[in-house]
């Protein structure tokens, strides 16, 4: 039996359903409910919710979507997201996938104007399945993110591959490193503190979501995937970074630096602590730095997966023409 829904509220996806993606039947931390459920409440509470739930035969289909204006959706996701994609229950098969997009964007095409959608990654059966369904789409490559296969090596023998300046910083600062460095899985309010006192004097502008950062290390705890890391002088916190490890995979959420410690270099001891801990204790497969086309992430990382926008415009509805002809105009022209 097929069917389509459509909530307002993403506690009426928790409270009605069976089947909504949480941590028991969803492996992605960026496909569950409970991060859209912090997404929503602490980026945009004021930005109203469109989630749509497909079922087919027993597999699900939901796509997690903001309504910021009349007759137009966005994908409910920020810079803290490293991908948004429909989300699957009970591992559809690719031809019930396509049965279950095709619902979902048959939906849309019956109430909405226009639709963007990013960071994604793998999009072609999502692009596919709208242009089957009616919708006039362009896909534009927007960005990326970088990640490391471990493929079963140890740390040293990943460090012993990386450039030859990262390796002689990390030998020369590290000789008689001044900086205690510590990694916990739990977060405390103390700790919290230090975390806040480090992005004070960091190189990076004042956080917008450090209410939404705490709520992800808290609920991150709670479930054992934290790990947040310290370097430390004399006591205080000169260097943070927040990961989670989860299903074999760890995501680097966020880095912060005191650059009056610039000289020292403790970000970047900090993270060979990180790594070494994540490849050799934790065990994981998969290191995900996330999006950012930062310089530094080439050190570190080995492969670099492009991201896309997808912009949907309805070709029934006339105020869509003109935002679709303008779009891809500026899409031939780069």
Request: charged content about 20%; hydrophobic content about 40%.
């Amino acid at each position: 039996m097929r069917s389509t829904r459509e909530y307002h509220r993403l506690a009426d996806v928790r409270s009605g359903l069976h089947c909504s993606p949480d941590r028991s039947n969803t492996p992605g931390l960026f496909d569950r409910l409970d991060w859209f459920n912090l997404l929503h409440s602490h980026i945009f509470p004021d930005i109203p919710v469109r989630i749509l739930h497909a079922e087919d035969n027993g597999a699900h289909a939901w796509l997690f979507l903001l309504a910021p204006a009349s007759r137009r959706i966005s994908a409910l996701a920020n810079w803290y997201s490293f991908a948004w994609a429909p989300v699957f229950i009970d591992a559809p098969d690719p031809a019930q996938q396509a049965v279950l997009l095709d619902a979902l964007t048959s939906h849309l095409i019956l109430t909405q104007s226009r639709i963007d959608l990013y960071p994604m990654g793998a999009h072609a059966d999502l692009l596919a399945s709208f242009r089957r369904s009616g919708w006039f789409t362009l896909s534009r490559p927007m960005g990326a993110r970088h990640l490391l296969r471990v493929g079963g090596r140890d740390f040293a023998t990943y460090w012993a591959s990386r450039p030859g300046r990262l390796r002689t910083l990390v030998r020369r600062k590290g000789r008689a490193s001044p900086y205690t460095l510590s990694i916990t899985d739990r977060l405390t309010d103390d700790l919290w503190a230090d975390y806040v006192d480090v992005h004070a004097g960091s190189w990076k502008q004042p956080e917008p979501g450090l209410g939404f950062l705490r709520a992800l290390a808290e609920q991150e705890s709670a479930a054992g995937t934290l790990r947040l890391g310290f370097a430390r002088l004399d006591g205080r916190a000169v260097a943070t970074q927040l990961w989670t490890v989860e299903h074999g995979v760890a995501l680097i959420h966020k880095l912060s630096h005191d650059r009056d410690h610039d000289a020292g270099s403790p970000g970047t001891l900090l993270s060979h602590a990180m790594f070494a801990q994540a490849i050799d204790d934790d065990r994981v497969t998969l290191i995900d730095y996330g999006t950012g086309d930062n310089s530094y992430k080439s050190d570190w990382m080995e492969e670099r997966i492009p991201l896309h926008r997808i912009d949907a415009f309805n070709p029934r509805r006339a105020s869509a023409w003109l935002p679709a002809a303008r779009t891809a105009i500026s899409a031939l022209v780069g």
